[in-house]
């Protein structure tokens, strides 16, 4: 699907601009740390090929001013670490520091820049920062799926000048996304948690008819549990169209039509303070107190969603079902990260918390696909216009989403 492969690409000698994504994408630097371990079989086989290879990424939002907390230093410790060799730095993304940096480099050499959101030229996908950019190399490779929604001067602009290729780690996140949008095996389910709710109503409105089961947790389940008891305020005006109200009646929809099931919380974990850490306890959600925080679900829910889950043969799993910044909220994922990983089915893993939660409970490598990609996987999922993948020459109307619909 792309115009030019990796496999088909001569890197020897050549100077490669790797494009990657080591930003901690909500997860925190565990999920930083899944990113450079993703990367590592495209490091590897750039070094083996003879490359010199320069890293750019970004980090954080430092909105194009020079943040030295949003350094990529410390990134470039914990990549030698990993490839056991040393990994060269560069007080910049551009000019006479990174190409005094590249020009001290041997073949199979590693160099980290300094991060690309230091200069507005990034976000604004300026012309001028990307002839910079591409300035610096002979070949360009994007190994940066989780920024791949973002119209930025490494992801699309420097296309425009060097010979451009997908990296090993993007090759493969497509290639199983493609096989949920594409060639889902079914029943299917989705288990949706988290906090961005709104994030979220793409990619679900797009699933939604693939799917059997949905089963709901975090910020997501007080809004549909609202809607369904005929709240009206979801932060929307009565009789107001707006995402997430279109969500809840597309949900409803498919479910008196019973194409699918839909999942709530029947008992979760609340706790006094926020935090969870005064008076925690489990009770069926219309017994909770009022002014009570509520932080997880409970066990009897985890159960239900098991149960519900069991026979799927592929599940998409995007956000955590209860607050994991606290661990007394966290055994609702935990748990059902368990559960997950002794099912006979595919499950796809998105979003930088969950992707942490996974890793934490151990079970990450007994899933199907853990995604480095979180709003990346989102807009994926939801069929949105991605422009690193259209840079790379990379067309969707050649490959049409939920072809296993039509
Ligand atoms: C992510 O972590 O989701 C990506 O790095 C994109 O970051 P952004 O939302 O700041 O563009």
Excluded at 22 to 37: D, P
Excluded at 128 to 148: M, P
Excluded at 306 to 311: R, T, V
Excluded at 377 to 400: K, R, V, Y
Aim: hydrophobic share 45%; glycine share 10%.
């Amino acid at each position: 699907m792309f115009r030019q492969t990796f496999s088909r690409t001569r890197f020897t000698n050549r100077t490669v601009l790797l494009r990657t994504d080591f930003n901690t994408g909500g997860g925190g630097v565990e999920a930083t740390l899944h990113r450079l371990r993703e990367t590592l079989p495209t490091i590897h086989a750039l070094r083996r090929a003879g490359a010199r290879v320069v890293i750019a990424t970004h980090v954080g939002r430092p909105g194009g001013v020079r943040d030295d907390r949003l350094s990529t230093r410390p990134l470039a410790a914990h990549l030698e670490a990993f490839l056991g060799c040393p990994v060269a730095t560069a007080d910049d993304c551009v000019g006479p520091s990174a190409l005094q940096a590249i020009a001290a480099m041997v073949p199979g050499d590693v160099l980290m820049l300094e991060n690309l959101r230091f200069h507005p030229g990034e976000e604004s996908n300026s012309p001028e920062f990307a002839r910079q950019l591409a300035c610096l190399a002979d070949v360009y490779v994007n190994d940066a799926f989780a920024t791949i929604h973002r119209n930025h001067a490494s992801i699309v602009g420097v296309t425009a000048h060097l010979r451009s290729v997908p990296g090993l780690l993007l090759e493969r996140e497509m290639s199983h996304l493609l096989e949920v949008t594409e060639a889902p095996e079914r029943p299917l389910g989705l288990l949706l948690g988290g906090s961005k709710v709104h994030d979220k109503v793409g990619m679900i409105e797009r699933m939604l008819p693939l799917a059997s089961v949905v089963c709901i947790g975090g910020a997501l389940a007080p809004v549909v549990m609202q809607q369904r008891a005929g709240v009206t305020s979801l932060a929307t005006p009565p009789g107001t169209d707006s995402p997430l109200r279109r969500l809840c009646d597309a949900l409803a929809a498919a479910e008196r039509s019973g194409q699918v099931k839909v999942l709530l919380p029947i008992d979760v974990v609340a706790s006094r303070d926020i935090g969870g850490h005064q008076a925690v306890t489990t009770a069926a959600l219309h017994r909770v107190q009022p002014g009570w925080h509520v932080g997880d679900i409970g066990y009897r829910t985890v159960d239900r969603f098991s149960e519900a889950l069991a026979p799927m043969k592929m599940i998409v799993w995007n956000g955590p079902l209860g607050r994991l910044e606290d661990p007394q909220f966290a055994d609702g994922t935990t748990a059902l990260a368990h559960v997950l990983a002794n099912l006979d089915a595919r499950v796809l893993v998105g979003g930088g918390d969950t992707a942490a939660a996974v890793r934490r409970a151990g079970v990450d490598e007994r899933l199907w696909h853990v995604s480095t990609g979180g709003g990346a996987t989102l807009a994926m999922l939801g069929n949105e216009e991605l422009p690193g993948l259209a840079a790379l020459g990379w067309h969707f109307s050649t490959t049409p989403l939920f072809r296993s619909l039509r």
